[in-house]
């Protein structure tokens, strides 16, 4: 079935190579100006806008609504090369990847309609989905209040939220929430600059600088009930909207990892000097600093493999998706995240041990490979994703079902 959408469509709709030579495009023109970005902190404003107009945040919405649908798999390499230009620009639009599958969880076909029809002319959707001050990170205080006496709306929505990557720059902003006090968890859109809604670029983490991963505050904001999705029912049965999540963020780290190790063989290529033992002209000929990029080369190169494999076997459960399924993909999802985890802060922080003193200087910023890797993979504890490797491999314990697996 194929359902009406709106005409104003102005994104391109990409196929696969399409989105994969676009992406290739943008990232080397990212990677010319990202140590700049980070240096003075300048938001990617025209990045993102450029990243918009070449249609690649279009290419998840279904093909009954005029989108390309394109896999998974093509998704997360999309996002690994945009990572390796900027893993800051790459991270801006997570989110809004993970609500437009949001969408397809749980939206009704009159929704989907509209919000898809949003993306294909261009519009971005934010987040605002963790809680500040709260002791547990599925902890959410926000609250989506219906008027008993007016039940057709608006609802109001109070609240305050941190870590809301792409809402600054967002026409949309996602605001998961509880009916009620106590009541299930449903996601609220509404509209950026909204009454009510402030976002405060107060983003102060030594990495990933460039994201403006403020926070939101919410108050009082009108919500027309037309604009709210359920979010609990997505885990009440199988599902990869974790999977899918999760294995973007692999993606990000692992385009940090293979470009903080392009960075460190072009600085010992071009700048290094050898080490006086090693009785050789290039830095490029001492046999350690060789076998060191050796090694890293294996270590990304494992990481990137384990990426593909992870984005496979999210499309093979989306395909067929049952208990087993959906377990085999967070499974090869968790096993892609401790791999590009370790990948990206080795990679980043062997970059010098290659390199040497030079490559500390603050004027060639390398360090925003190691700080943007660090920062970037306390997404969720690695740890916990070898665990639950560990408990399958002991017992064939599955995964928990929740949208971090």
Known sequence: ???????????????????????????????????????????????????TASGLLAITVPAAFGGSDLPVAVVAEVFRLLAAGDPNVAQIPHSHFVYVNALREQA?????RFFFGEVLAGKRFGNAQSEIGT???????????????APEGPWRLNGLKGYATGALLADWIPVLTHRYVDGPL????VERHAPGVTVVDDWDGMGQRTTASGSVRLEDVAVDPDRVTPYHLTFERPQTYGAFAQVLHAA??????????????????????????AAVERAADDPLVVHALGQLEVQV??????????????????????????AVASLAVAAARSATTDAALAASTRL???SGTRSALRALNLDRHWRNARTHTLHDPAGWKVQHLGRWVVDGTFPPNHGQL
Not at 139 to 148: E, G, Y
Not at 261 to 269: D, G, K, N, P
């Open 1 to 51: 079935m194929t359902v009406a959408v709106p005409s104003q469509t102005r994104v391109p709709v990409l196929t696969a190579e399409e989105a994969v030579c676009t992406a290739t495009q943008l990232a080397r023109e990212l990677a010319a100006s990202s140590a700049r970005r980070d240096r003075d902190r300048v938001t990617a404003h025209a990045e993102i806008d450029a990243v």
């Open 252 to 277: 990000i780290d692992a385009g940090i990892a293979r470009e903080a190790l392009t960075e460190a063989a072009t600085f010992v290529r071009t700048k290094a000097r050898p080490y006086p033992d």
């Open 301 to 326: 190169r494992a990481a990137e493999a384990l990426l593909r494999e992870a984005a496979a076997a999210v499309d093979a459960a989306n395909t067929d998706l049952d208990v087993d399924s959906a």
């Open 135 to 149: 002791k547990h990170v599925r902890d959410i205080r926000t609250t989506l209040t219906p008027d008993p006496a």
């Open 186 to 189: 449903h996601v609220a859109w």
């Open 352 to 354: 010098f041990e290659v």
């Open 108 to 112: 009704t076909e009159e929704q989907q």
